[in-house]
């Protein structure tokens, strides 16, 4: 029976209550399978499957991921070596299936938090090479200089991995200066990492043609039964380009037989399956089929007019066609674009940044800058009228359409 992501939490709690693991089942009622179909309790995979535009998990899959780590012969007293790496490693390159890197990274985030807060207690770094650890090594307590061990849990506590907590279990050999934990513990992370790269890999391969590629993500698309992996030549094959052929349609007037997945999103480089018909806000027009991720980053308004035909794509509603306006939510970039063009700090030539922009009830703008070319940074304020930013906008867009 599939059970929506809360009432699997409920379960997995009542199945391990009296597992010795540091188990976190507040996993499943927080997973959204943003990213993939699967979220891992242990070494064990649980699927998810979209029902009716939600996500729900089978109580059977639950229920066996519960009985496997009860059944874990878990002894606590049983601690072996981590191997976890005490100098910083050669790459900062993310990688979320190795748990020593991504412990190790818990461990200097929250040193650098510390210290930036309350200062280094090694005083700063002298030429003789003093101060300062935490480039040459640990504490005695095995932890980056400025850290405690309670302040690491007060800080990464409530991480997990694999649907447990490792914190609650990790201890410190002062003797053999190792960090230890529970030998089956250490195994079960180890089988998870192995379980996630196999599901990673599966999620790599195209479902038309078989090929592969690098980025685990970049061929995944979400769909209304979950998501689905193709590759740009699989999808222009299955999809097709949209003509326009609803330009000037109300988007509340759309039938639901009207599906923008059978199209290809109108601004990703590479052939990708659109899943959203993205239409204006402020007028209701049908702008065109977007993917997930181009429809959500429209969304924010943030740096989307720098998007290789956005303006145009923004522009297909013929609501801000005619009115020669944008959406409320691009308007600020117009005019954040606009003052760093425009505004200097008395003679220097370094284009300023807007650091602020506060909105008032009669539609006037201030708008706060800030330039780094100066010992200190020099900031200054520049307030607009509502009236002004509306003919900004219309002259930015005026441009856009006279030369295409």
């Not at 199209?263 to 997930?292: F, I, K, N, T």
Request: with cysteine.
């Amino acid at each position: 029976m599939l059970i929506s992501p809360q009432t699997a939490q409920g379960l997995l709690a009542d199945l391990t209550q009296a597992c010795g693991l540091p188990v976190a089942p507040e996993e499943l009622g927080h997973c959204r399978f943003t990213v993939g179909d699967h979220v891992f309790i242990g070494d064990f995979p649980l699927r998810g499957y979209k029902h009716k535009g939600r996500w729900r998990l089978d109580d059977r899959e639950v229920q066996q991921a519960g009985r496997a780590l009860v059944q874990l012969p878990f002894d606590p007293h049983d601690l072996v070596d981590t191997k976890l790496p005490v100098r910083r490693p050669d790459s900062d390159t993310y990688d979320d299936t190795d748990w020593r890197r991504m412990l190790l990274r818990w461990m200097r985030s929250a040193a650098f938090k510390e210290t930036w807060d309350n200062g280094c207690p090694c005083g700063p770094r002298t030429e003789e090479g003093r101060g300062c650890r935490r480039r040459e090594g640990l504490q005695d307590n095995g932890l980056p200089c400025g850290l405690a061990m309670d302040q690491l849990k007060q800080r990464y506590g409530r991480q997990t991995i694999a649907g447990t907590r490792p914190l609650d279990v990790l201890a410190w050999d002062q003797d053999r200066k190792k960090w230890l934990a529970p030998r089956a513990y250490v195994a079960l992370l180890d089988r998870w990492a192995t379980a996630r790269d196999t599901v990673d890999d599966k999620a790599r391969q195209c479902s038309g043609c078989g090929k592969t590629t690098d980025d685990r993500w970049g061929w995944r698309s979400p769909t209304r039964n979950g998501w689905i992996t193709l590759c740009p030549r699989c999808t222009s094959t299955s999809h097709q380009k949209y003509a326009g052929h609803l330009h000037g349609t109300q988007y509340d007037s759309l039938s639901r037989l009207v599906r923008a997945d059978g199209y290809l999103c109108q601004l990703c480089s590479e052939p990708r399956r659109a899943s959203h018909w993205d239409h204006c806000h402020d007028h209701g027009y049908v702008r065109g089929p977007l993917c997930a991720s181009c429809n959500t980053y429209e969304s924010l308004g943030t740096d989307f007019l720098s998007v290789t035909a956005g303006l145009a794509h923004l522009l297909e509603c013929r609501g801000c066609r005619l009115q020669r306006t944008l959406p409320q939510h691009h308007r600020a970039a117009v005019v954040r674009k606009h003052l760093e063009m425009t505004e200097r700090h008395d003679r220097c030539r370094q284009p300023p940044r807007v650091r602020e922009e506060n909105e008032a009830v009669d539609g006037t703008v201030r708008f706060v800058l800030g330039c780094y070319a100066h010992p200190q940074e020099k900031r200054w304020e520049q307030v607009l009228s509502g009236s002004t930013i509306t003919e900004l906008v219309r002259e930015f867009v005026d441009r856009s359409l006279t030369n295409p």
